[in-house]
């Protein structure tokens, strides 16, 4: 048996870099992290498993690499969403969407641009993990517990000692109309203080933004109070975890309550949004367009609107998808198997489906299979992610290269 320590987890967004993999003739195992998506998705055996499949049957990667071509060549709407690669396949992604006229969107892009919204109303300040762990005495989290989507959050941020605070400080943690989880309690050694819970979210915002003037309730007034007083207070949220229509509503009113607060002491936002190298994905997209996500390629000319070009709105009169997911095994969104033209899907070998795709390649998984640049949900770090285990699984931007250039070749099915 062999083991790699400091292996990075490419998934939630936290960029944990303290996972320590066992290998053996079998596979590849994580030893225990108390993270259920390590723990789950580190887990994989040595055989490469299924391999590339034309409407069911199997076939060798060039005739994949071929249907697939045919099946996106010439189309009027074609879509590549999901976006759950390492950057090099995001950028590979790009480059296919410019040739076929293509919208391109990352599967989690929802709580981005809720945030992204607000951003470009707005501007805010907001910090890094790296500042919340030394300098932060207060951690207001607004909404549900983020733990649910980045579950080593408190462990690894918040639960060690501050290193830039004076001696003999106390950091302290304030749930704002959610609720603690079992795993958070456990985390920082006692359940978290608990303001309004139950409470809806813009409601509680507003009133503890009435509060920094002294009035609202005695809850909110001395919750306002411990803010002003703070060292340097951090305001965390999920937009993703957010329900409702006017989420980016709600975002707004955190980064207001972040800005009034910022005018007394330090304070700054963190939103956690980067499942699946998100953030790395938007971030390639501006990079080579201009424009985030959710932007078209069609008829040579760039186009971005984040709500009509989100995947979801876009799925249903695309004559063509192509999906990429390469870090994890679920099932693709329910949505694809209504997909009314053909579906092309890159994922990982493990992956079952609703329905079958029209061509199906199994690709690697970044810091797994091959080695792969991510970035965390910060957005301030791009971490490099090191094979641990060679399955004989392409890239996904090996295998979206090898696409593009068989269009020439393909004639439109």
């Known amino acids: 048996m062999a083991l790699t320590k400091n292996a990075v987890c ?8 303290d996972i320590a993999i066992e290998r053996t003739e079998t596979g590849i195992t994580p030893q225990p992290t108390g993270c259920p998506q390590a723990d789950s998705l580190f887990q994989r055996s040595a055989s490469p498993g299924s391999g590339p499949r034309v409407g069911g049957a199997p076939a060798s990667l060039e005739e994949a690499v071929a249907a697939a071509a045919r099946h996106l060549a010439g189309r009027r709407a074609p879509l590549i969403a999901g976006m759950q690669t390492d950057v090099a396949g995001v950028l590979a992604a790009l480059s296919l969407a410019d040739r076929i006229g293509a919208t391109v969107d990352h599967r989690h892009s929802e ?3 809720r945030n992204l919204a607000v951003l470009q109303r707005l501007g805010w300040t907001v910090t890094t993990f790296a500042e919340v762990r030394n300098r932060a005495d207060l951690i207001l989290v607004v909404g549900p517990d983020p733990v649910a989507s980045y579950p080593r959050f408190w462990e690894r941020w918040v639960a060690p000692a501050p290193a830039l605070l004076p001696e003999g400080s106390r950091r302290q943690v304030v749930f704002l109309g959610g609720t603690p989880e079992p795993k958070t309690i456990d985390d920082l050694g006692g359940a978290p203080e608990t303001v309004a819970e139950g409470a809806g979210i813009n409601d509680s915002v507003t009133a503890l933004r009435l509060a920094l003037d002294g009035s609202g309730t005695e809850a909110f007034v001395d919750l306002g109070r411990r803010l002003l007083t703070a060292r340097y207070a951090v305001v965390v949220w999920a937009a993703g975890m957010f ?11 955190i980064v207001r309550l972040v800005r009034t ?8 936002g963190l939103p956690l949004s980067g499942t699946d190298n998100l953030a790395g994905a938007n971030y ?8 985030p996500l959710r932007t078209s390629f069609a008829g040579g000319l760039l186009s971005h609107d984040p709500d009509a070009m989100s995947w979801a709105r876009r799925l249903p009169g695309s004559d063509a998808v192509l999906w990429i997911s390469s870090f994890r095994h679920e099932t693709p969104a ?10 092309v899907a890159l994922a990982t070998p493990e992956t079952t489906f609703d329905k079958e795709p029209d061509v199906f390649i199994p690709v690697g998984t970044p810091g797994i299979d091959h080695a792969g640049d991510v970035f965390r949900s910060d957005s301030v770090l791009a971490l490099h992610a090191r094979a641990l285990i060679d399955r004989g699984l392409p890239r996904a931007a090996d295998v ?11 004639p439109a099915c």
């Open 334 to 343: 329910a949505d694809i198997a209504r997909a009314k033209g053909p579906v």
């Open 111 to 113: 709580g981005l641009f």
């Open 400 to 410: 979206l290269d090898r696409i593009g250039a068989s269009l020439t070749e393909a």
């Open 261 to 268: 607060v910022d005018t007394t002491t330090r304070c700054s």
């Open 243 to 253: 329900g409702g229509e006017a989420s980016d509503l709600t975002v707004e009113s």
């Open 284 to 291: 390639a997209c501006v990079w080579r367009t201009g424009f």
């Open 10 to 17: 490419p998934f939630c967004g936290l960029g944990c870099d």
